[in-house]
């Protein structure tokens, strides 16, 4: 049974988010016994709910409250006020995740001593290696059961994937499979199999991909020490006099404001809410926002260097056909800064169905050059390019000076410019999509701009000098004890690899600090 | 009741009659105005907009998404809530007819629907194509038009496929070409 817990139940530890850090970090703490409150912002819905239908899907999960953005990104011209796509539910944007499931790799740990300084970029290195998470990463590819770990097989070639494989061929890629996918490859966990229905984005509609939403927080509620409360939208949290964090003030499902009290807080609603929250969280004490000390809480956004490549043949290919996701070329994963850049990305296949490749495709195009690539949607192959960007100060979520949502907290204002080190990434990687797809005969190639972000990172930074950065090696935050950060706003640098399964890694890791930190009475 | 032949620009209203009667194709439906198609059987009445704004409405919408292969009538579907938003937004009806009205006053004697070649029609909307009009009926028809699900099968999109059970037994994996 669910456990509830009182407002005033100064014991519990409250987590604000469900999705791949709050939603794992609440199962692993209720798995030790301790006493686990999470406020989910959105709906919380059963996995049956979700739609096979983009438009309709993005209705039912997307988090469509008001957002402004700037800068020079692309996104903030054709979609000035969705900067992001991602989840307000239960389960957070796990519901929505392709399910890539990738480790970072050593050198990504330390990007300043790799890289060196580059102008412009906000390089730091992690305060943690790959060494110090590997048998975490072990435990979450297990949980996730990532294909190709833990003896699971590979998903099988889906059409996208069968192109995609032809031209890496061609170009003499060596490492190009169906990728690290936490999607069943057969019935595991409970779960069933992915019967290549596509959607992925638009939620499992067969449980078949993991989600917080049917794993990890249904097997926490099952100890009776979690409690998943929805539609709970956090404005504030809140500080004693000593400097520990006491409670967080909510707007409750009928706009009502609560306070509930907490014995330690976790942070964990993605990279834009995230930071928001800590600057909305404004005190006389903290006068520039909670855990920023640093000046560093809402800055180095990163987004991933993204792009994608579709390309039209002259037969049917059927991508929408299948897992969305499950194909990848890593060989431009390295470090080389040989090609023009430092860093690396991914190669992986991506489909969109007809609805939103139109909205996607060339945002803002009209005309015969865009829509005959639409006349040949059937014949399309794609893939995504997902690559580590550069950590800029100034690209940044702020509260926005003048508008505010409808319980008075100001809306985030997203800034981004890619560094010219993205550019560099994005331009090589469309080149090489481009051969790619040349090489299996493509008689049209067209590089897409990226989409509104998906993978949102950075915000919060882990780092090892309290002065770099805003939490320490365990997501805590230098400044306040018992206030955490358990999102991908921790990363101190993005990698180039989907960064789930390194959210959900460090959740894991965290959970043992909170619980043996709480035993100690040291929080 | 006024009645607009779409499609074929530059006929007297009576030709339009009669060619209308002659086809076979007329509807009869009562209120201010209806729009008809003599080749197709659909007609679409308007009741906030005038009905030679929605007739060229709808080819500015053939011009902005042009698809030979897509029949007027899913361009007609696709535009028809700036009429349901006219009758419930005087500033919308504004934008709308004054619009419209721009866009023939650019188009010379015989208006927008009255240039023959697309290419033409295609010239005159680049004139325009940063106004708030054309921008309210692009970003609205990218959804209007490629969500209708009658349409997804002329483009080979299969859309939903759950109820299916999937592809995994219908055909994820068949290219054969490689």
Request: glycine share 10%; proline share 4%; aromatic share 8%.
């Amino acid at each position: 049974m669910p456990a509830p817990y009182d407002l005033n139940d100064e014991n519990v530890v409250v987590i604000i988010g469900s999705g791949a850090g709050g939603g794992t970090l609440g199962n692993e703490l209720a798995q030790k016994g301790v006493d686990v409150l999470i406020l989910e912002a959105g709906p919380r819905l059963d996995y049956t709910d979700f739609v096979n239908d983009e438009w309709d899907s993005f209705a039912q999960l997307a988090w469509r409250d008001k957002r402004a953005t700037g800068g020079g990104w692309r996104v903030s011209k054709d979609f000035p006020n969705l900067p992001a796509w991602i989840v307000k539910a239960v389960g957070g944007t796990t519901t929505h995740w392709a399910g890539a499931s990738l480790r970072f790799q050593d050198h990504e740990f330390k990007t300043l001593t790799n890289y060196g300084k580059i102008e412009g970029a906000n390089l730091l290195d992690w305060p943690i290696t790959l060494a110090d998470l590997e048998p975490y990463y072990d435990r979450a590819e297990d949980k996730l059961g990532v294909t190709r770990t833990h003896g699971i097989e590979g998903l099988p070639d889906d059409n996208n994937f069968k192109v995609m494989k032809a031209g890496a061929d061609e170009l003499g890629y060596k490492e190009c499979h169906t990728g690290r996918m936490a999607i069943n490859s057969a019935e595991r966990d409970g779960r069933m199999a992915c019967q290549q229905t596509g959607f992925c984005f638009q939620g499992c509609k067969w449980g078949a991909k993991w989600s917080t939403l049917y794993t990890e927080i249904p097997k926490g509620e099952a100890t009776g020490k979690l409690e998943v409360r929805p539609d709970s939208m956090v404005l504030k949290i809140e500080h004693d006099d000593s400097g520990k964090v006491t409670n967080v003030v909510y707007a409750d499902k009928d706009g009502k404001l609560q306070s509930q009290k907490a014995r330690v807080v976790c942070v964990a609603c993605n990279s834009i809410e995230s930071p928001r929250l800590l600057l909305n969280s404004a005190s006389n004490t903290f006068r520039d926002g909670l855990a920023n000390s640093s000046g560093q809480v809402g800055k180095n956004y990163m987004r991933h260097t993204t792009g994608s490549v579709y390309a039209v043949f002259d037969k049917k290919v059927h991508m929408y056909r299948g897992t969305t996701m499950a194909g990848i070329i890593r060989d431009e994963a390295r470090n080389d800064p040989s090609r023009g850049f430092v860093g690396g990305y991914e190669l992986e296949t991506l489909s969109l169905g007809l609805p939103f490749m139109a909205a996607f495709l060339n945002p803002g195009d009209w005309g015969r050059s865009f829509t005959t690539a639409l006349d040949h949607y059937d014949s399309m192959a794609g893939m995504w390019i997902v690559g580590e960007d550069m950590p800029q100060e100034q690209n940044a979520v702020k509260l926005h000076a003048e508008l505010k949502d409808e319980h008075g907290m100001p809306i985030p204002d997203v800034w981004f410019t890619d560094h010219p080190n993205d550019v560099a990434m994005r331009n090589h990687a469309y080149q090489q999509g481009i051969a790619l797809y040349h090489a299996v005969g493509a008689t049209r190639t067209m590089p897409t701009p990226p989409y509104p972000s998906t993978h949102n990172l950075g915000t919060n930074r882990m780092s090892e000098n309290p002065r770099d950065g805003v939490v320490n090696r365990h997501g805590q935050t230098h400044d306040i004890k018992n206030l955490f950060v358990s999102d991908g706003s921790q990363f101190t640098t993005g990698g180039a690899e989907n960064p789930t399964l390194t959210i959900v890694t460090l959740a894991l890791r965290q959970a043992d600090y909170i619980a043996q930190e709480m035993g100690a009475r040291n929080i | 009741m006024v009645t607009i032949y779409t499609g074929k620009p530059g006929l007297s209203r009576r030709e339009l009659l009669k060619r209308g009667s002659a086809a076979g194709a007329l509807f009869v439906i009562s209120g201010s105005a209806v729009l008809l198609s003599a080749t197709e059987s659909w007609a679409l009445e308007t009741s906030a907009l005038k009905p030679e704004t929605m007739a060229t409405l709808i080819q500015m919408a053939r011009d902005i998404y042009p698809h030979d292969q897509v029949p007027d009538r899913y361009y007609a579907i696709a535009v028809k809530s700036h009429d349901e938003q006219a009758g419930k937004d005087p500033a919308h009806k504004e934008l709308i007819e004054n619009g419209i009205a721009d866009l023939d006053r650019r188009s010379g004697v015989g208006g927008y629907t009255g240039l023959g070649w697309e290419e033409d029609r295609v010239a005159v909307l680049r004139q325009i194509e940063t106004t708030p009009f054309f921008q309210t009926v692009r970003g609205g028809l990218v959804v209007s038009l490629y969500n209708q699900k009658e349409v997804w099968p002329i483009f080979g999109y299969e859309g939903e496929s759950y109820s299916k059970g999937g592809y995994i037994k219908r055909g994820f994996d068949d290219i054969e070409w490689l």
